[in-house]
Structure formats: structure tokens, C-alpha cells
């Protein structure tokens, strides 16, 4: 039964704890964290949260690109030739009397300068138009999925300190368990020094203790393991060392917003959100792409400065100004397809993109019910390990006092001690699997704790 024990514990730490190969020594300058400090530092320091914050900054920087769509531009150009060898063109030699014979004439000069500004304005695109709205409408999508990312690193952090918690709790257990046995093991040896037990129950005490050894190591090791995974999870390097306070404290959920949790889910997690900004970008790609088939009209203007002479004896009396504006239009009248081609291309992604979102509705209606199934589930199992370590505590003193009083065996000292570890272990689960589904739940319901909240200039959160 001991063996059976050991194996349940096992099994336990190992369903519960992320495993990762490391060890964390506990020294005067370990930093230790609450879980709110663990959260607030996650969200800082999570690299997948770095990377959301620049993919938002990226889709601003894409707007003000599509803006520039819109306004006016203006160039500079400058240019001066030399010519080695100037041109030439054929005439006749009538300067000779000799019509038939055509004579090359030198042309051009062998300096030339030229400067123009042109500006440019296109007065009427579709494209232009919404190309502006697609990219605020991406813009909006990119700062949903950062939302998403916060929801889902403060659900991650959270579940791994719930982690590391119950690891702890697991080995304080244990190693208490060690302890009530090692004490068991010297009253039955001071017993059986007195005859008053048979040698069988030293030597299952005995048996008791070193079954327990190794039970403990494991739960140490599983417990800096744990640590490991709640470090990756908060973005902190390698090198630093830290450690958790809190404990494992049942804290219930106002079971009334599960009446109406799908709808919380769906008009407001983040992903969900995202997801239908997406297919209205799709939907904008499609009227971008039809643009094509509209004309483009757009108003310039160009200024030239230029001069031309055979010396470098220049000056300002030599340079001639010019400039004209007008109006341009241009349309499309024929590209082998190509512009029908990419309008089905778009209509395509468009529907796949709605479908997709079709299909993350119903996922979240399903994941949201599954949490709440899990939720009240492990409410009950709560309240009935509750009652059951109750009753294991009891039945616990009862053969302890029994044994001492010699109408006991060791035996049922052991079972009892192995009923009541099993109890504590059953009830820190329960409570474990309690706050893993809460996290779970906020995450769907994309709600965020409020010391996860960032304070405003009014001092509210956000």
C-alpha cells in the first residue's frame, strides 16, 4: 500500500507541474513573487507579448502608410550632363549650293542643367479611399490580439503559479507526512525496546519511512520544476533566482455569470473579436482589388529651372523657368484577367476567413461550457475532500491513539496515515483544478484580474 502511495503522488506532481531541468537555490537574495507580482512582471517581460506590442505598432505604421495614399507628393529632381560628344542631325548643304549632299549639324551644348519639382494629387481612387479604412480595421484587429495575448499570458502565469503552489503543497505534505513517520518509527522503537510491540510493527514502521524517502525527493524535485515552467512563462532569465509566496486557497467564482457565459464569450474574448475584424479586412481587400476596373484621376504640377551653354561661365541670367499643371486619367481597359483574377482570390480569402470565424464561435461555445462543467465539478469535489480530510484527520488520531495505547497495530496506524495524505492530496487537486478552470474562465470571458489592469490618468484601470 505504501508502494501504491508513492505511485499516487507520482502520478499527481506529474499531471500537475511542467517539467523543465533545472534547480533553483533558495539563498538570502532570492527574489519571491506573489502571483499578482508574477503577473505584473509576465506581462512585461513574456516575449510573445513583446512581439504582439510591435505587431500593433507595425499595423499603426501601416495606416499612417495608407494615409499617404491619400496626400499630395512632391519630388525634387536635379540633373546635370556633359556632353563628350554632341549630337547631331542631317540637312542638306544648301549652304554650299549642294542640295543633294546632306551634312551633319552639330546640336545641343556641352553643359546642361535642369531642376524641376513636381507635386501630385490624386483627386479620386477607390483604392485610396478604402485602403485608409482597411488599414484602421487591421490596426483594431492587431490591438484585439495583443488583448488576447495579455488574456491568455495572465491565464498562463496563473495556471503555472497554481503549479508551483500545489507542487509545494505537495512537498510540505510529504515531508511532513516523513516527519509524523520518522516519529512513528522512534515511539515504536522505544515501544519494542519495552515489549510492548512485536518486532513486525518496528519493521513496518520502518518500511514506512523509507518508502517516504523517496517520495519526498521527488516532490522537491517536482516543485523546482514547477519553478522553471512559472519562470519561462514570466519572461525571466535563467540566471535569476526566485521563489513564490501565497498558498493554494480556494477562492469561488460568482456562479451567476455562468448563466451567461457564451455570451459573455462571445460578444467580448479577444480572439473572437480579432477574428471578426479579420473578415472585414478580407471583406475591404475585395473592394480594393475592384478598384481596378475604376479610373484614377489625379491633378500635377511640375516647375522647371534649366540651363544649357557650351562653358562654365555660368550665371543666374542663364538659367529659363518653366511650368505646367493639369489633370491626368488613367483606367484600365484590359490586363489579361489579372484584376478579375485577384477579386476571386480576395472573395475566397474573405469566405474562408468567415468560415473560420463560424468555426471559433462554436469552438468557444463548447470550450466555455466544457469550463463550466469543470468549474462546478470541482466545486463539489471540493466540498466533498473537505468533509473526507475531515474524517481521515479523525480516523488518523483515533488509530494513533489506539497503537499507543496497545489495543492498535501499526498497521492501522499506516493505513490511516495513508488515507489521510490520500485525502489532502484528493482536496489539493480539487482546488488546484478549481483555479486552473478559473483561469480558464477569465481567459474565454477576456476578462483580465484587476491588479492585471493598467491605471489611467484618472486612476481608473483599463
Not at 501504491?4 to 539563498?27: G, P
Not at 506590442?53 to 546635370?80: F, H, I, K, N
Not at 510529504?174 to 512513528?184: E, G, I, S
Not at 484527520?393 to 494513533?400: D, F, K, L, P, V
Amino acid at each position: 500500500m505504501q508502494g501504491s502511495f508513492r505511485r499516487s503522488v507520482f502520478a499527481l506532481c506529474a499531471a500537475t507541474l511542467i517539467t523543465s531541468h533545472s534547480s533553483v537555490a533558495q539563498t538570502a537574495d532570492t527574489k519571491r513573487y506573489s502571483l499578482e507580482e508574477a503577473v505584473k512582471v509576465g506581462l512585461q517581460r513574456n516575449p510573445d507579448l513583446i512581439s504582439a506590442r510591435l505587431e500593433v505598432e507595425r499595423a499603426d505604421a501601416q495606416v499612417m502608410e495608407a494615409w499617404g495614399t491619400a496626400l499630395p507628393t512632391v519630388s525634387l529632381t536635379g540633373q546635370y550632363s556633359r556632353a563628350i560628344k554632341k549630337p547631331v542631325f542631317f540637312l542638306p548643304n544648301f549652304f554650299q549650293g549642294k542640295p543633294d549632299e546632306i551634312v551633319p549639324i552639330e546640336i545641343g551644348s556641352r553643359h546642361a542643367v535642369n531642376m524641376s519639382v513636381t507635386a501630385s494629387q490624386v483627386l479620386f481612387n477607390t483604392a485610396v479611399i478604402t485602403g485608409v479604412g482597411a488599414a484602421k480595421i487591421y490596426s483594431g484587429a492587431a490591438r484585439e490580439l495583443l488583448r488576447a495575448k495579455e488574456v491568455e499570458t495572465v491565464a498562463r502565469i496563473r495556471k503555472t503559479f497554481y503549479a508551483v503552489l500545489l507542487a509545494g503543497e505537495v512537498r510540505a505534505m510529504m515531508q511532513a507526512t516523513l516527519k509524523n513517520a520518522q516519529q512513528n518509527l522512534h515511539n515504536v522503537q522505544l515501544m519494542s525496546k519495552q515489549g510492548i510491540v512485536s518486532e513486525y510493527d518496528e519493521l513496518r514502521a520502518r518500511v514506512g519511512v523509507e518508502n517516504l524517502q523517496p517520495a519526498v525527493i521527488q516532490a522537491e524535485n517536482n516543485y523546482a520544476l514547477a519553478l522553471d515552467g512559472l519562470r519561462a512563462t514570466m519572461g525571466l532569465e535563467l540566471t535569476e533566482r526566485f521563489d513564490i509566496e501565497g498558498s493554494l486557497t480556494f477562492e469561488p467564482l460568482d456562479e451567476s455569470l455562468f448563466a451567461k457565459a457564451t455570451e459573455t464569450v462571445l460578444d467580448a474574448n479577444p480572439g473572437l473579436r480579432a477574428m471578426r475584424l479579420q473578415v472585414d479586412v478580407n471583406n475591404a481587400m475585395v473592394n480594393i482589388q475592384r478598384s481596378d476596373y475604376f479610373p484614377t484621376l489625379a491633378a500635377f504640377g511640375n516647375y522647371q529651372y534649366q540651363m544649357a551653354k557650351n562653358t562654365l561661365n555660368v550665371s543666374t541670367g542663364d538659367f529659363i523657368s518653366s511650368s505646367t499643371v493639369g489633370l491626368s486619367l488613367s483606367l484600365n481597359l484590359f490586363d489579361g484577367l489579372q484584376t478579375s483574377a485577384r477579386v476571386e482570390q480576395a472573395k475566397l480569402q474573405m469566405r474562408k476567413s468567415q468560415e473560420q470565424l463560424t468555426g471559433l464561435e462554436s469552438n468557444m461555445r463548447t470550450a466555455i461550457h466544457s469550463v463550466v462543467l469543470q468549474l462546478q465539478q470541482a466545486r463539489k469535489r471540493i466540498e466533498a475532500q473537505s468533509r473526507t480530510v475531515e474524517q481521515a484527520e479523525r480516523g488518523y488520531q483515533i488509530a494513533t491513539t489506539r497503537f499507543t495505547g496497545g489495543s492498535g497495530t501499526q498497521l492501522e496506524v499506516n493505513d490511516a496515515q495513508l488515507a489521510l495524505t490520500q485525502a489532502q492530496v484528493n482536496r489539493m487537486q480539487a482546488v488546484y483544478d478549481y483555479l486552473v478552470a478559473s483561469a480558464d474562465f477569465d481567459q474565454l470571458a477576456g476578462h483580465l484580474p484587476r491588479y492585471a489592469l493598467k491605471p489611467t490618468s484618472e486612476g481608473t484601470h483599463q
